[in-house]
């Protein structure tokens, strides 16, 4: 695989890549697809945005009101992008953190952290201080741009080398401070096309993180094949959503889709479905972005009540919902229809394919499914034949889905690569059934990962949190079925000898859970158990913990 000349002079992300023949095929079969040899697309998103539709119009939005124009997100960026280079000493191709929740800054932050060449590795605002430790270290990564609201946990981390700069404080040497005295406009790195423009980061069934690597192209083409084709946004449109901005499903349908429509994006925090609904009739939201755990959470308050008639809330400005993030169960669907007359796009994406690959809208949709292959991808079922290459499987059998586009899996320096990437296909892990008409109907995971509210939950990683602690002697995280969320994380624990099984020893784990992790992995139920079942070599069997009813669930 022929790379372009890189504009970066820290080569690390480049040559960190796989190796040509463990690439996926990549296809670009669509005009809108081949993209000249030399794109940076903060600047695509930014500055030809504003050549193409003036800089007046709005472009982010706050939930207190506060809108910035697309000529004023201009000016705030390329001030901060002048810090990033001028005043840190950043350099294309370093690797900059970001951190915190989602609001205007952040976006800001990543699109100057992309106009000055550099790789943006944005994590969660909930990510504890030992993950950050670990993606730190994985990704070199040398400076970090972070919510003043969210500082104290990667100071905590104590990452060697790494330049913190808060911003949303009163500080003088505040992000925010510095870049008052910037100029107001930043000549953007002339990068590749294929240069590194993020990492992101997610959790395998091993629990260790894999580090996703996209590309400047990669950016544009998820906007240019799901966004432009299936959502099909207007300049007039609103965006909202639940997803962080450190999830590549909440940068893609808060911060892409809507800088490359020339919409406006709402950028907030809403913790229950009562503030989602609230957020969407108070700025009148046309394009919502969030899990079917949310689409469910938001219809327990809305009511049975049919379009037309009085509701709790008027959500009526909403024309397009998006589904993505766990499966969407069809009675989901047909109750959200039922309730706002809105047909919910349902779609199927990954961290490592940056964001939705298979989908439908409108009249296409047909519920219980998720979809067709998003034009510009290819999507077929596959099963590993008796030689370890993929075979076919016939229409109406289950088997693994393999998708590949414009864009593909490339892990930071991880065997792993090998096991996502087979064939030219990335191979995602979820077992699916193609109907005769080519519309993909999601059966179940294909490994031990545990999907809940959204959220991907590696069992492992929260089962070495558990075993640290100096009361338990065994444990095993697996996921439940659970009608709202997907399915739940339940931790099946062996207490030492003299420990008591009992509501104080559960409530100890989860605090202890909950200071090493991100709350959502934090285990909803634990099962104490005598003994946890294993093979005779050892192996621990946790389909049979799948399958079992709880001794004792707390």
Request: glycine share 10%; proline share 8%.
């Amino acid at each position: 695989m022929h790379l372009s000349p890189s504009a970066h002079l820290d080569t690390f992300a480049r040559d960190h890549l796989p190796p040509p023949e463990e690439w996926p095929q990549l296809v670009f079969d669509r005009p809108e697809l081949r993209y000249p040899d030399r794109l940076n697309c903060g600047a695509e998103l930014l500055d030809r945005t504003v050549a193409r539709f003036g800089a007046e119009r709005p472009a982010l939005r706050a939930d207190d009101g506060e809108t910035w124009s697309y000529g004023e997100l201009l000016r705030r960026t390329d001030r901060i992008a002048h810090v990033l280079t001028g005043v840190l000493g950043v350099v294309p191709g370093n690797r900059v953190l970001l951190r915190g929740p989602n609001s205007l800054h952040l976006a800001a932050c990543w699109l100057a952290v992309m106009k000055a060449g550099a790789v943006a590795v944005t994590v969660l605002a909930a990510q504890r201080a030992h993950e950050l430790r670990t993606v730190c270290a994985m990704g070199r990564v040398s400076h970090a741009l972070c919510d003043v609201r969210s500082v104290d946990e990667l100071t905590k981390a104590e990452v060697p080398g790494l330049r913190v700069t808060a911003f949303g404080g009163e500080a003088p040497d505040d992000l925010l401070a510095l870049s008052e005295a910037q100029p107001e406009r930043y000549q953007p790195v002339e990068t590749a096309a294929d240069d590194v423009a993020l990492i992101a980061f997610t959790s395998g069934t091993t629990g260790q993180p894999k580090g996703c690597v996209h590309f400047h192209r990669d950016v544009l083409a998820v906007a240019d094949t799901f966004s432009a084709h299936v959502l099909r946004p207007l300049p007039d449109d609103l965006f909202a959503g639940s997803p962080p901005l450190g999830f590549t499903f909440g940068l893609g349908g808060l911060v892409i889709f809507p800088l490359r429509a020339g919409a406006t994006a709402l950028l907030g925090q809403w913790s229950g479905p009562e503030q989602m609904l609230t957020a969407v009739e108070r700025h009148r939201v046309s394009v919502l972005f969030t899990a079917p755990t949310a689409y469910r959470g938001m219809l327990s308050k809305l009511g049975t009540t049919p379009p037309g008639r009085e509701r709790p809330y008027d959500i009526t400005s909403l024309r397009r919902c998006v589904s993505a993030g766990e499966n969407l169960p069809a009675a989901t669907w047909e109750s959200w229809h039922e309730a706002t007359g809105l047909r919910l796009i349902n779609g199927i994406g990954a961290t490592e394919m940056l964001h939705i690959f298979v989908s439908a809208a409108d009249e296409a949709i047909r519920p219980g499914t998720t979809g067709v292959a998003v034009p510009g991808f290819e999507a077929r079922i596959v099963e590993t034949g008796p030689e370890g290459d993929l075979m076919p499987v016939p229409d109406g059998e289950p088997g693994l889905l393999a998708v590949r586009g414009p864009v593909g899996c490339r892990y930071l320096a991880d065997p792993r690569q090998c096991e996502y990437v087979r064939d030219g296909w990335n191979i995602t892990g979820d077992t699916y059934i193609r109907d005769a008409d080519g519309y993909f109907r999601y059966v179940a995971r294909a490994d031990d990962m545990i999907v809940s509210a959204g959220y991907n939950i590696a069992g492992p990683e929260v089962e070495d949190v558990l075993l640290r602690h100096p009361d338990v002697a065994e444990a095993a995280v697996v996921g439940r079925p659970d009608e709202l969320r997907g399915q739940v994380v339940v931790a099946h624990v062996v207490l030492r000898d003299g420990v008591e099984a009992g509501s104080e020893s559960a409530q100890a784990l989860r605090e202890f859970v909950t200071a090493e992790l991100t709350p959502y992995k934090c285990p909803r139920e634990i099962v104490f158990a005598s003994s946890l079942p294993r093979t005779p070599t050892g192996k621990l069997q946790r389909f049979l913990l799948r399958e079992a009813a709880p001794e004792r669930p707390i």
